[in-house]
């Protein structure tokens, strides 16, 4: 069975910090790679996307792929404590649309 | 929520009734799919579609039928509500490659007792 692991947390930051989340995954094959965020009541939304290795950068935000290892992390810069969250990785084959989800790691940066 | 409205958004049911969720767009997107996410669980894909009445099972669809008859619109059905029901349901959208990201919609916070 395809998993994505995710540890569940709470991981705790002071505001400033960097905040470092990571997710593993099974399934050799996968092709796409999504980071979202979520707060307490409310819907996912997307932070990041990733397909190739590397690290991809937006904002506060940067992405890490490592395909040979099957791990993908997302780093979060100067934590704020609107940061504090539900942050979900999704990982999928990229030629469907059946993304697997971890069950998230919760996030709480504390001022 | 990337012009997706959900329907209704707060249900109670008793068990054994049917129930039906429906899931609208406004960005004529192919993709659309049902999840529920549950304490311990993650977020799980009940059925999704890639096209009008092209549709396919995910990973807990036991129990959930769904139809498409136009692309704005995506319904799925709980034919006979069982307590092990008592989720929370999302709708995604995506574009027209399965690779797109996914924008999910507002949820539905169904109790079946």
């Known amino acids: 069975q395809k998993e994505v692991e995710q540890n569940s947390g709470p991981l705790s930051v002071p505001e400033g910090a960097i905040a470092s989340l990571n997710c593993t995954y099974s399934d050799r094959g996968s092709q796409s790679f999504f980071w979202y965020r979520q707060y307490s009541g409310k819907s996912p939304e997307l932070i990041m996307s990733?397909?190739?290795?590397g690290d991809k950068e937006d904002g506060r935000f940067t992405a890490q792929l490592n395909k040979a290892s099957q791990y993908v992390s997302l780093l979060i810069r100067d934590s704020q404590p609107s940061d504090s969250a539900t942050y979900l990785c999704?990982?999928?084959?990229?030629?469907?649309?059946?993304?697997?989800f971890g069950q998230g790691t919760t996030l709480q940066v504390k001022p | 929520d990337a012009g997706i409205t959900q329907s209704p958004r707060h249900k109670v049911t008793e068990t054994g009734t049917p129930v039906t969720l429906r899931c609208h767009q406004t960005?004529?997107?192919?993709?659309m799919y049902w999840y529920r996410q549950d304490p311990g669980h993650g977020l799980r894909l009940i059925h999704y579609s890639y096209g009008v009445k092209d549709t396919d099972k995910g990973e807990v669809s036991d129990g959930y039928s769904v139809s498409r008859s136009k692309t704005e619109d995506f319904l799925l059905t709980l034919e006979s509500a069982t307590s092990s029901q008592t989720s929370v349901y999302f709708c995604?959208?995506?574009?027209?490659?399965?690779?797109?990201?996914?924008?999910f919609g507002p949820g539905t916070r169904l109790l079946v007792l």
């Open positions: 995604a959208i995506s574009g027209n490659g399965a690779a797109e990201t996914q924008y």
């Open positions: 990733i397909y190739s290795n």
């Open positions: 960005e004529n997107h192919r993709y």
């Open positions: 999704a990982v999928g084959p990229g030629n469907t649309g059946k993304l697997i």
